[in-house]
C-alpha cells in the first residue's frame, strides 16, 4: 500500500511581507485555489509506507544489499520531482505552463464598481496597497539590488548560498503605483490591475524576447476598450528577474509585474477582458483553464 500527497503551492505574496485577507480577499483567494486544484490532479508525490520499507529492509539484509537502497532511491525521485535539471522541470511545470495572477481581488473576477461612490472600489485601493508594500522603493533599496537590464542574472556557486535578488520597486509602475494616484485611477473610471506570473525555478525566457502581456476584449465589440497604457513601459517581464532559484535561497525575491492602466473603457456596461502572456513557448490558449497564460475578467465601471 502507497500513501498519496498532492503537492502544496506557497503563497504568491513577495517574500518578507504578509497581507491579511480581508473577507473579500478570502473569497476571491478561494475561487482562485478550486481553478488550480484542477489543474494539479496530476501532481502527486508517493510516499512510501513505513511498513512495507521495513520489510524490504529486511530481504536487504538477508541478500547482503546495502539497507536503504529503496528508500535512497524514493529520495532521488522525488529530488528529480522538486528539480530535473537535464529537462528544466519543476514540480512537473515547465515555462510553458505558467500560470498568472492579477491584483486587486475581486470576487470571480468581476470589477463592478461606481466611480462616484467611493464604497464600490476603496477595496481594490486597499487590496493594491497592501500587495505593494513589499514593492516600497525604499525597502527594494535595503533588500535587493540594482540589477542592468536586459540581461539574466546569472549567479553561480554553491547552491545552498543564498541568492541576490534584483529590485523591482514600486515606482516602476508610475500611473499605476498608487504614489501619484493613490486611487489607482479608480476614481476616474481609469482602473489599474496588476499581472503576475507564478515562479518556476530554474525558468528562463528566450533571450532578448522577454515574455510580455497584451490586453483586449474578450468577446464583443472591440472598440470597448480604447486605449490601454502599460508599466514598465515595454508591457513585459524583463530578463534580469530571471532565473529564480527557488525561496529556500533567493529569499528576497520579488516577481516582476506588469500594470494595465486601463484608460479608456466603455461605461455602464460589462466588458470582457482578456489578457494573454506572450511569448517563445508560452501556452495562453488552453480551454479548460483560464489561467495558464492568460486570464479573463470583466470590468464593469459604472458612472
Known sequence: MRRQLRSRRAPAFPYGYRYR?????????????????EAEEAQV????????????EEEERSQGQPIGNAWWQKLQIMIEYLWDPERRISLAQT?????????????????????S??????????????????????????????????QYFIQDGNEDE????????????????????PTFGYATGQPCI????????????????PVKVSCKVQRGDEDDIRSINYYPESASFDLRYYPYYGKLTHVNYTSPLVAMHFTDVVK????PVQCQLKGKGIINDVISDHFVGRVIFTLNIET
Open 21 to 37: 485577507l480581508d473577507d473579500q480577499d478570502e473569497v476571491n483567494q478561494n475561487y482562485l485555489a478550486d481553478e488550480e486544484e
Open 45 to 56: 508525490l508517493v510516499v512510501p509506507d513505513l511498513e512495507e520499507e521495513e520489510e524490504k
Open 95 to 115: 515555462g510553458q505552463s505558467w500560470r498568472v495572477m492579477i491584483r486587486p481581488f475581486a470576487h470571480s473576477l468581476n470589477f463592478n464598481f461606481n466611480v
Open 117 to 150: 461612490e467611493p464604497d464600490t472600489w476603496q477595496h481594490y485601493v486597499i487590496s493594491l496597497n497592501g500587495f505593494l508594500q513589499g514593492y516600497n522603493d525604499s525597502l527594494q533599496e535595503e533588500m535587493n539590488v540594482d540589477c542592468p537590464p536586459g
Open 162 to 181: 543564498d541568492k541576490k535578488a534584483c529590485q523591482f520597486k514600486r515606482s516602476f509602475l508610475k500611473n499605476c503605483s498608487g504614489l501619484e494616484d
Open 194 to 209: 496588476l499581472l503576475k506570473m507564478n515562479r518556476i525555478v530554474g525558468f528562463r525566457p528566450e533571450l532578448g524576447d
Open 268 to 271: 455602464n456596461q460589462a466588458v
